[in-house]
Every structure is written in structure tokens, then in C-alpha cells.
């Protein structure tokens, strides 16, 4: 729409004598093509999923490249340490339960196969002992969620509230893991009344967890930056806890009931599972993290091959 | 009589700026209207104005890409060097022809692919508006300044007056501002694509304004 109507204001001006008038029916059009935008039921298209490209979107375009998304109908994911420093943990893993809830219990109304997509993200009770988003190629990995008070030293910007860090194939846009870190420097997270939402300086926490989960499972966001890709959810603070008819059309798009029948239900994180971060700095400012498990693995593989060789010549003699 | 016909052309041109800018006011009008309403997927951030990343940014420029180089960072992330030749200068001490590293969150490393939603991607050799700071790790980075907020595409003489066009960045992130406390849904910086020549203008006057000349 907003191409349309830079299209139409380009075409306007560029007949100067008549381009007040030009003007006015672009506006006019404009206007109209907004609000049929807007009207109830309008099949404006708002969600894109996830890609592996690298390079921006084509202008009012999805992302091209393989898209992102789970392969296996169950994952888990863990929250570091007691959580939020404002919140109790109880009321954290509740507000993250209803939150992805919402996207695990999204009724595909008129898909081939009515029904649930049967994706399930579990939370689990076992506390992450990792504080950072990370991805081991050739290890064990853990999901976790960090409410992060150093938010700068991350050189995160601080306008942000949430950043979910997305891992995958790039061959095959399999999702690996996927890690959340929630912006708690300065900003205190809390549970909004509903539907008054809060009106002091308190952040609904579901309302941001809402959208990240989207993330988590591979929905993205409009490549249109403009007005129009807001046509078609809800307002206020804490609206964005219930999806909308779009956000369902899009999870349904990815994960289409029956798109798991058979499968076994194993949460198991890519690799094998584990708690804890693995090692980044090795020293020499250079680290490669995708690689570390395997080069402790090949370190002591090297060791090994050296103290069997030795033993052998020893042997020899 | 020639007099009378160059006033009258300039009277017209007057009222072409006048439903021009109002053509403009009314679709930002519009846009603001639109953006109370907001799609759920996306990351969630604080929108800033264009005084804002001006005011914000340790550099403003009109850059063009020269190239990307994905490496894992020393806190486990793939981040994306960015290397940008600076074109024109607004804000900060590169100067015209320099080359700047701007680092971004996300990349590919061979099989391995990092995304954040909300943070900028570049095309080789595009041309783009950055307002950029310094990285926290590394002080000879950049970062840009609001995620994809303080990167804006700029497509080539797509202007009316055959100008370069600044398009609309934040690509990717769900904005929202503060009112009475709460958080409701926001615009970007710029909501329609508007003449380079303009943007250029405008941060010139909020430069000179904040230097109180």
C-alpha cells in the first residue's frame, strides 16, 4: 500500500501544472486503499517467517532464502538461574507458559486438517546454568532465557526489550536452538491487570514474551515498513498477549495440523542436553564458540593419539 | 505581463509544496493512525524519532556497502562486519571516503545461520542512511544505533525531483512509545520514503538546533 501510494504521489508530482489536483487523488486513493486495509476481514497478509537470507527483503516482500523452522514436533527450553530480579520465578514460568501456550494451542480453522499444529515448546524445571544465547556445533546445547542486567556490555541496544537469537541450518533452515534475552537494565517486568494494561512505567511481561515466542518458532515479521503491516492486530499494552487472526494464519502456514503425525515426541536439544554454557574465550581473541566442543574433542584426541603412539614405541622396544 | 506569469507559475509551485506537504502530513497522519494497531512477531523496542537517532548517533552517514564478514564474537554470537564507505558525513569524524566497520547481530558461518529478528541486513553495494555508536565491545566498531531503526535503504533519483529516496528503517521490530505509562504501538523515524535532499536538511537544522546556532 505504501508503495502503491509513493507510486501514485511520484506519478503526481511529476505533472507539475495539474499536480495539486493529482495530488488530492492519490490522497483520495490513498485513503481509500487504508481503509479497506483496515476493514474487518481484509486479507492483508502481516507475518513473514524466518529465512536463512542474510540480505534484506525485497521492498513489501518476505525474506527469500529456505525458511526457518522446527523439524521435530517438541523442544524445551530453561531459565537461568532464579530469572527476572523483579519477579518472582513462579510468576516468570507462568507468564512464559501462558505466553508460548498461546502459539501451542492456535486452532487451524479451515486448514486441510482442522486442528492444532501439536508443536510444543517445554519449559522446563531444571534452572539453565548459561546467562548467554549460544550454539555448540559439535556439542550439547541448552535453550535458555536470561533476564540480563548488563544489557549494554552485550552491546545490545538499549531500546530494545527482548532480542531472541534464532539458531539453524543454513542448508536446510532446520531450527537448532534458539535463545531469549530479556532486557531487564533498568526496566522492571510485572504481570498487567487486564484489560487496563499498566499505567505506570512497569512492562507487561507476557505481552513482550508473546512476541518473542513467535520467534522461537520461526514466525518473522512484515518486510513492509510502513503503516500497512500494522493493519491487522490489536492495541494497548497488553493486546499483543492474544494472537490475531494473522499470527494463526501464519503458524498454521509453518506448522499445519497433521505436519508432525508420527512423530516421536523427544525434546532433546540438538547435540545432547546440558545446563551449562560452553567455553568461549580460548585465549588467543579468536574463539570460534560454533566449534568449541569440537576443538576440546580434538584436543584430546590429538593427546591421545600422541600417548598411544609413545606407548606403542615404548612397547616396540 | 511576464511578471504576472512567473508569479503565477510560482503561486502554482507554492501550491503544489502546500498540497504536497499536506499530502504528506495526511498519509503520516494516517500511518500514525495505522501503527495503533501492531502484528505480534517481531522484536520489541522503544521507537526513536528522527531527533532522537540524530541527537543519539555518534555518526550519521550516507554509506555505501563494500563488504560483509561473518565471525563468531567473544561472547559465543555470530556478528557480521559490515564494511561501509562513507559517502557524506552528517555527524561524527569519518570523513567522506573513509571506510567503517559497522557490526551487526546475525549471520552465517558455514552450515550455522544466527538471526535476530529486528536487526538490520545489508545488500552488497547498497547504498544506505546509518546513525551508528560506537560497539561496547569494541570502541573501532560500529553498531547501528536502534537496531534496524538507524539503518535506512536509500533507492537511487526515486524522488520526485529526481532526488535520491531515504526509505523508512526498522525493519523486523515492533515500535512502541510510552504514553501515561503504558506502552502503545509507534512509527518510525521517517514513515513514508522521503527525498534525500529533505532528510538531509532536517538533520542539518536538528544539528544546528542542538548546537544552538
Known amino acids: 500500500?505504501?508503495?502503491?501510494?509513493?507510486?501514485?504521489?511520484?506519478?503526481?508530482?511529476?505533472?507539475?501544472?495539474?499536480?495539486?489536483?493529482?495530488?488530492?487523488?492519490?490522497?483520495?486513493?490513498?485513503?481509500?486503499?487504508?481503509?479497506?486495509?483496515?476493514?474487518?476481514?481484509?486479507?492483508?497478509?502481516?507475518?513473514?517467517?524466518?529465512?536463512?537470507?542474510?540480505?534484506?527483503?525485497?521492498?513489501?516482500?518476505?525474506?527469500?532464502?529456505?525458511?526457518?523452522?522446527?523439524?521435530?514436533?517438541?523442544?524445551?527450553?530453561?531459565?537461568?538461574?532464579?530469572?527476572?530480579?523483579?519477579?518472582?520465578?513462579?510468576?516468570?514460568?507462568?507468564?512464559?507458559?501462558?505466553?508460548?501456550?498461546?502459539?501451542?494451542?492456535?486452532?487451524?480453522?479451515?486448514?486441510?486438517?482442522?486442528?492444532?499444529?501439536?508443536?510444543?515448546?517445554?519449559?522446563?524445571?531444571?534452572?539453565?546454568?548459561?546467562?548467554?544465547?549460544?550454539?555448540?556445533?559439535?556439542?550439547?546445547?541448552?535453550?535458555?532465557?536470561?533476564?540480563?542486567?548488563?544489557?549494554?556490555?552485550?552491546?545490545?541496544?538499549?531500546?530494545?526489550?527482548?532480542?531472541?537469537?534464532?539458531?539453524?541450518?543454513?542448508?536446510?533452515?532446520?531450527?537448532?536452538?534458539?535463545?531469549?534475552?530479556?532486557?531487564?537494565?533498568?526496566?522492571?517486568?510485572?504481570?498487567?491487570?487486564?484489560?487496563?494494561?499498566?499505567?505506570?512505567?512497569?512492562?507487561?511481561?507476557?505481552?513482550?514474551?508473546?512476541?518473542?515466542?513467535?520467534?522461537?518458532?520461526?514466525?518473522?515479521?512484515?518486510?513492509?515498513?510502513?503503516?500497512?503491516?500494522?493493519?491487522?492486530?490489536?492495541?494497548?499494552?497488553?493486546?499483543?498477549?492474544?494472537?490475531?487472526?494473522?499470527?494463526?494464519?501464519?503458524?498454521?502456514?509453518?506448522?499445519?495440523?497433521?505436519?508432525?503425525?508420527?512423530?516421536?515426541?523427544?525434546?532433546?536439544?540438538?547435540?545432547?542436553?546440558?545446563?551449562?554454557?560452553?567455553?568461549?574465550?580460548?585465549?588467543?581473541?579468536?574463539?570460534?564458540?560454533?566449534?568449541?566442543?569440537?576443538?576440546?574433542?580434538?584436543?584430546?584426541?590429538?593427546?591421545g593419539v600422541a600417548v598411544a603412539s609413545l606407548l606403542r614405541r615404548r612397547a616396540r622396544r | 505581463m511576464l511578471l504576472h506569469t512567473v508569479r503565477l507559475t510560482r503561486f502554482r509551485r507554492m501550491l503544489d509544496a502546500v498540497n504536497l506537504r499536506r499530502c504528506f502530513a495526511s498519509i503520516a497522519a494516517l500511518a500514525v493512525a495505522l501503527a495503533i494497531a501492531l502484528p505480534v512477531s517481531a522484536s520489541v523496542m522503544i521507537a526513536l524519532d528522527l531527533p532522537t537517532l540524530v541527537q543519539r548517533a555518534s555518526h550519521v552517514m550516507v554509506v555505501r556497502v563494500e563488504s560483509q564478514h561473518a565471525r563468531w564474537d567473544a561472547r559465543g554470537r555470530i556478528v557480521t562486519d559490515v564494511s561501509l564507505r562513507v559517502e557524506e558525513s552528517m555527524k561524527g569524524a569519518a570523513a567522506p571516503g573513509a571506510l567503517v566497520v559497522l557490526e551487526r547481530f546475525g549471520g552465517a558461518i558455514g552450515d550455522v545461520g544466527m538471526r535476530v529478528e529486528g536487526e538490520p541486513m545489508f545488500a552488497d553495494s547498497s547504498r544506505v542512511l546509518v546513525f551508528a555508536v560506537p560497539s561496547v565491545a569494541d570502541p573501532a566498531h560500529l553498531r547501528p544505533l536502534g537496531m534496524a531503526q538507524g539503518v535506512m535503504p536509500i533507492r537511487a533519483r526515486a524522488a520526485a525531483n529526481g532526488d535520491d529516496l531515504v526509505l523508512p528503517g526498522g525493519d523486523g521490530l515492533a515500535l512502541m512509545q510510552r504514553v501515561n505509562g503504558g506502552l502503545v504501538a509507534a512509527p518510525p523515524a521517517i514513515i513514508a520514503p522521503r527525498a534525500l535532499s529533505d532528510v538531509r536538511d532536517t538533520i542539518g537544522a536538528l544539528l544546528e538546533a542542538r548546537h544552538g546556532r
Not at chain 1, 521435530?72 to 518472582?88: D, N
Not at chain 1, 540480563?148 to 527482548?162: G, I
Not at chain 1, 525434546?267 to 560454533?290: K, Y
Request: charged share 20%; proline share 6%; hydrophobic share 40%.
Open chain 1, 1 to 303: 500500500m505504501a508503495a502503491e501510494a509513493e507510486s501514485l504521489q511520484r506519478r503526481a508530482t511529476s505533472r507539475m501544472p495539474y499536480a495539486g489536483l493529482a495530488t488530492h487523488v492519490a490522497l483520495a486513493f490513498a485513503f481509500v486503499v487504508a481503509l479497506l486495509a483496515l476493514a474487518p476481514g481484509a486479507p492483508a497478509r502481516a507475518w513473514c517467517r524466518m529465512t536463512t537470507s542474510q540480505t534484506p527483503a525485497p521492498a513489501g516482500m518476505c525474506p527469500t532464502g529456505i525458511r526457518l523452522e522446527w523439524t521435530k514436533p517438541c523442544s524445551r527450553y530453561h531459565i537461568f538461574g532464579a530469572g527476572s530480579h523483579t519477579l518472582p520465578i513462579a510468576t516468570v514460568r507462568d507468564v512464559f507458559e501462558l505466553s508460548f501456550s498461546q502459539w501451542e494451542t492456535i486452532e487451524c480453522g479451515g486448514a486441510t486438517v482442522p486442528g492444532m499444529p501439536n508443536l510444543e515448546a517445554h519449559l522446563s524445571a531444571e534452572a539453565s546454568q548459561c546467562d548467554r544465547s549460544e550454539y555448540v556445533t559439535a556439542g550439547a546445547n541448552v535453550s535458555t532465557v536470561v533476564f540480563v542486567d548488563d544489557w549494554a556490555a552485550r552491546d545490545y541496544d538499549p531500546s530494545a526489550y527482548a532480542v531472541t537469537t534464532v539458531w539453524h541450518s543454513t542448508r536446510t533452515g532446520e531450527i537448532f536452538d534458539v535463545d531469549m534475552e530479556i532486557n531487564e537494565d533498568g526496566r522492571v517486568y510485572t504481570e498487567c491487570p487486564s484489560p487496563a494494561g499498566c499505567a505506570d512505567m512497569r512492562v507487561d511481561l507476557q505481552n513482550v514474551i508473546t512476541h518473542e515466542a513467535g520467534h522461537y518458532f520461526g514466525i518473522a515479521h512484515t518486510s513492509v515498513v510502513s503503516a500497512t503491516m500494522f493493519s491487522m492486530a490489536s492495541s494497548g499494552e497488553i493486546g499483543k498477549r492474544i494472537l490475531e487472526a494473522d499470527d494463526i494464519e501464519g503458524f498454521c502456514n509453518v506448522y499445519p495440523p497433521g505436519h508432525f503425525d508420527g512423530a516421536t515426541c523427544d525434546d532433546t536439544p540438538r547435540g545432547g542436553a546440558t545446563l551449562t554454557c560452553g567455553e568461549v574465550d580460548d585465549g588467543c581473541g579468536c574463539s570460534a564458540p560454533g566449534a568449541k566442543g569440537s576443538t576440546a574433542r580434538l584436543g584430546l584426541a590429538l593427546l
